[in-house]
Every structure is written in structure tokens, then in C-alpha cells.
């Protein structure tokens, strides 16, 4: 899941290199806190849901009718509204942390040693992007796909075209391997991925949610496919 958003401000200048054991820390860093940083627009996104309103209204009008407290029907809303916050939280933490438990955990044994690759964007010794990618274990009949993870930019480092030039290194790297493709998904919450991707030539081939909490709150993921020319 990439996080990155427009962001102007002039910085010193980035090279891309391919990552090292000494990065672990700063990329768990700026994994992490992208991924943290879509909890605030998932909380917005649930209170426009039908269902999510109709509990902010329904629930302290039944507790006024009920108990006749305007206070009681009061706390209620902000009860509600504390756990729509927690539900706005849950799914990006257990993604974090089921990440730390598998391709997070040694990213040279998970990409390097994987026929894949991890990279980082470096500006001033500092790391400031990231992303990595894997070869598709079962690609449809007749193609060889590499799969796009973890596009990530720090916030004060966006809007320069990094995160372009990190997913181009992608494709150069899926090239020269010799694959037809280069897939990822990434979800309707992430407007600004999306837009990078289908500005970069990505199109749309399917769309399926992760899991019933998704499909619940109307967050589907759409699995994009760049083509790639013969090498």
C-alpha cells in the first residue's frame, strides 16, 4: 500500500540506490508512518458513510427519547465518534504489523535474496523514499509479472517527482529481467497513488476488497498493470 502526496517545497537534490542492512530502521520508519498517515482520511471516509450517520443520529435520538438526557445523548456521540476513530485505525495497524511479521522483517531475504529488489531514495544521507518488488508467484498463462510494494515518500519530500522516479526504477529493473508486467493494487483511499499510476501509463484490471471490514466501509482495492515493452 504506497503513501505519498503533492507537497511543493524546494530540497536538496535525491539519487536512488538500491537498499542496505544499515537502511532497516529509516525504512520501517518511513513505511510506517505512510501507512499511519491514511487513518485520518479513513475516519472521513467512514463518517460518509449512510450507515455511519444514521448511528451518529439514530443512537442519540433514541438515548434522549429513552432517558430524556440531552448530556447522556452527548457523551453518546462522542462515544461513537471515538470508536469510528479506532475502526478508522484497526485495518492500517494490522497491516503495519503483519508486514513486520513477513516481508518487513529481513527485506534483503524477503527482496534481494528473492529475485526481487528493494530500493531507497536518498537525499543528504537521509532516506526519503522507498519501494520494492517481487517477481508473481502464479501470473496468468503466458506472462511474467513483477509486483509493485511499498511505494512510500516522506511529507516533506513530495512533489519533487520521487516517488516517479522510484516506480520507473521498478519498471526498468522488471525490463531488463525480462518480465511482461508490472502489477500492484492499491485502494480507492489512496487518491494520490492512484493518480501517479495511471498518470504513468498503469491501467485498471480488477477490483476486489481485502477483507469483509473493506467491503463493510466501501474501500475497494484496484489491481493495476503496466505492460512493458520488449527488451
Not at 112 to 126: K, M, Q
Not at 196 to 217: A, K, N, P
Request: aromatic letters at 10%.
Amino acid at each position: 500500500m504506497p503513501r505519498f502526496e503533492t507537497q511543493k517545497s524546494p530540497m536538496a537534490p535525491s539519487h536512488i540506490r538500491q537498499y542496505q542492512d544499515s537502511d532497516y530502521k529509516h525504512v520501517l520508519d518511513l513505511f510506517i508512518s505512510g501507512m499511519e498517515e491514511y487513518i485520518p482520511a479513513t475516519f472521513r471516509h467512514l463518517l460518509t458513510l449512510p450507515r455511519t450517520l444514521l448511528l451518529l443520529l439514530g443512537v442519540p435520538l433514541a438515548v434522549v427519547l429513552v432517558s430524556g438526557s440531552w448530556l447522556l445523548a452527548a457523551i453518546s456521540i462522542l462515544f461513537l465518534l471515538l470508536l469510528v476513530q479506532l475502526l478508522a485505525r484497526h485495518p492500517w495497524k494490522e497491516y503495519v504489523a503483519k508486514c513486520l511479521h513477513t516481508d518487513m522483517a529481513d527485506i534483503t531475504q524477503s527482496y534481494l535474496n528473492a529475485r526481487g529488489s528493494f530500493w531507497v531514495a536518498e537525499s543528504v544521507g537521509e532516506v526519503v523514499g522507498i519501494v520494492g518488488c517481487l517477481p508473481v508467484k502464479d501470473p496468468p498463462l503466458g506472462r511474467k509479472q513483477m509486483e509493485l510494494f511499498h511505494l512510500s515518500v516522506s511529507s516533506q519530500y513530495r512533489g519533487q517527482g520521487i516517488a516517479k522516479s522510484l516506480v520507473r526504477t521498478v519498471l526498468q529493473f522488471a525490463r531488463g529481467q525480462g518480465y511482461s508486467d508490472v502489477v500492484l493494487g492499491t485502494s480507492v483511499l489512496q487518491r494520490s497513488a492512484m493518480a501517479l499510476y495511471l498518470s504513468m501509463g498503469f491501467r485498471r484490471t480488477d477490483r476486489y476488497f481485502l477483507s469483509i471490514y473493506w467491503r463493510l466501509v466501501d474501500n475497494p482495492t484496484f489491481q493495476l498493470k503496466y505492460s512493458l515493452p520488449s527488451a
